[in-house]
């Protein structure tokens, strides 16, 4: 009887363990990704070129490594802008991704580590040399003239017999000191030199983090710009930029607007040059 009855509890409990586990059934976000780029006929590069996300990083994210993204807001940036480029609903991919993550992040905001000094030219220097030489002519000029008025009460009587003679003055003018010339204003710095690389961002709708690194990767500036402030970078030969709210930026290049119509939300990485604007 004890036999039978152990019997059957081994037989319950192995009908337990071959239960079937429930498991998550849904592709993962790589695999969704990738799925739809191939049926919409994109190729990688494709992806890339339309949404600035750089290929080795969709090539990760579609083999579900997020790690090259710069954390988990990037990393849901970075999915909005390939769903949307290969024609699916972002939104049930961030959900997706929120919940294998942990949920929402909170974005905090970085702590700023070099500000870029704004770069205004040379004020002209005070000519001293042709301040001199005024000088020199007024003190000639002064001298002559008490001279020729101390003669002139002598000469008043043979002037009124021999009639009145034209007289030469010895005052020579005072060349008049060039107006010095006015500041640049931002405009101004805006419209930079053609030799140099001219970026201004202003914060128009909304704060947004920015970070920018001039062409030997020295980094300019890495933080938050808060709405209503304005920075502006310079460099020889390019600017590269991070913008984690790209929507909420105005962005000028060389003195002209960038036209581009950025999301609110959305991560931008952009390279400027000489000339034109033109995004890297």
């Known amino acids: 009887m004890e036999e039978e ?7 319950r409990n192995s009908s337990l363990y071959d239960q079937p586990l429930i498991e998550d059934d849904r592709p993962s976000i790589g695999q969704t990704l990738q799925q739809a780029r191939i049926a919409a006929g994109l190729s990688v590069d ?61 974005p905090t905001p970085a702590a700023p580590m070099f500000e870029a000094e704004r770069i205004r030219p040379e004020r002209p220097r005070p ?40 007289q030469k003055s010895n005052v020579k003018p005072t060349p008049s000191k060039p107006a010095p010339k006015p500041e640049p204003s931002d405009s101004a710095i805006a419209a930079a030199p053609l030799d140099k690389v001219t970026v201004r961002l202003s914060a128009i709708e909304d704060k947004s983090w920015i970070s920018a690194k001039a062409h030997d990767g020295k980094l300019l500036f890495d933080g938050l710009l808060n709405k ?8 020889d030969e390019q600017i590269d930029l991070i913008l984690g709210n790209a929507g ?8 002209k607007k960038v036209e581009d119509e950025f999301e609110p939300g959305q991560v931008e990485r952009l390279t400027y040059t000489q000339g034109d604007p033109e995004a890297g």
């Open 46 to 106: 494709d992806v890339s070129g339309s949404t600035r996300v750089r290929v080795p990083i969709v090539q990760a994210i579609e083999q579900d490594d997020f790690s090259r993204c710069g954390g988990d807001v990037y990393a849901r940036g970075h999915i909005r802008m390939l769903a949307r480029a290969v024609g699916i609903d972002p939104e049930a991919l961030v959900e997706q991704f929120d919940a294998e993550h942990g949920g929402r992040p909170v």
């Open 127 to 166: 000519n001293w040399t042709a301040a001199m030489v005024a000088a020199i002519v007024a003190v000639v000029g002064f001298v002559g003239f008490t001279a020729f008025g101390g003669e002139e009460d002598a000469g008043k009587a043979k002037q009124a017999a021999e009639g009145p003679k034209p």
């Open 228 to 235: 209503g402030d304005s920075k502006t970078f310079q460099d």
């Open 5 to 11: 009855e152990n019997f059957l509890e081994d037989d």
């Open 248 to 255: 909420a930026i105005e962005l000028f290049v060389n003195g």
